[in-house]
C-alpha cells in the first residue's frame, strides 16, 4: 500500500525532476539496458545528440585534434564543441571528467 510519501504527485519542479530523472537513468544495469531507455526517453535526433556531444567529449579529452578538425569529421558544430571543451575543462560539474574517468578506469583493469 502506497504511503503519503510514495505517492507521485504532478509537478513542475525542475530540481525535482531531474531528480527523478536522474535515478531513472541509474537503473539500467547493461548498456543494451540503457539503450532502450533512451530510445524510449529520447526522440531519435535526441539520443544522435547526446552521443554526439559524448564522442566529442572524448574526442577533446583523448586527441591532439583541433576544433574545426572535430568538426569536419563529426559534422558537430563548433559552438557545441567550444561549450562542451568549456564543461569538460572549466565548469565546477565535471559530469563528462568522472565518467570519462570512470570508463579508462575500467578499461585499464
Same mark, same amino acid.
Given at each position: 500500500?502506497?504511503?503519503?510519501?510514495?505517492?507521485?504527485?504532478?509537478?513542475?519542479?525542475?530540481?525535482?525532476?531531474?531528480?527523478?530523472?536522474?535515478?531513472?537513468?541509474? =537503473?539500467?544495469?547493461?548498456?543494451?539496458?540503457?539503450? @532502450?531507455?533512451?530510445?524510449?526517453?529520447?526522440?531519435?535526433?535526441? +539520443?544522435? $545528440? &547526446?552521443?554526439?556531444?559524448?564522442?566529442?567529449?572524448?574526442?577533446?579529452?583523448?586527441?591532439?585534434?583541433?576544433?574545426?578538425?572535430?568538426?569536419?569529421?563529426?559534422?558537430?558544430?563548433?559552438? =557545441?564543441?567550444?561549450?562542451?571543451?568549456?564543461?569538460? @575543462?572549466?565548469?565546477?560539474?565535471?559530469?563528462?571528467?568522472?565518467? +570519462?574517468? $570512470? &570508463?579508462?578506469?575500467?578499461?585499464?583493469?
Amino acid at each position: 500500500m502506497a504511503t503519503a510519501a510514495t505517492i507521485l504527485q504532478p509537478t513542475r519542479d525542475e530540481q525535482q525532476l531531474c531528480e527523478d530523472l536522474c535515478r531513472a537513468l541509474l =537503473t539500467p544495469e547493461s548498456p543494451e539496458e540503457m539503450r @532502450r531507455l533512451l530510445v524510449d526517453l529520447c526522440t531519435p535526433a535526441e +539520443i544522435r $545528440t &547526446l552521443a554526439e556531444r559524448w564522442h566529442v567529449a572524448r574526442l577533446l579529452d583523448g586527441t591532439d585534434l583541433s576544433y574545426r578538425d572535430i568538426h569536419d569529421s563529426t559534422g558537430v558544430s563548433t559552438t =557545441t564543441i567550444v561549450r562542451i571543451a568549456r564543461f569538460l @575543462r572549466q565548469e565546477p560539474h565535471q559530469g563528462y571528467r568522472r565518467a +570519462i574517468d $570512470t &570508463l579508462e578506469g575500467d578499461n585499464a583493469g
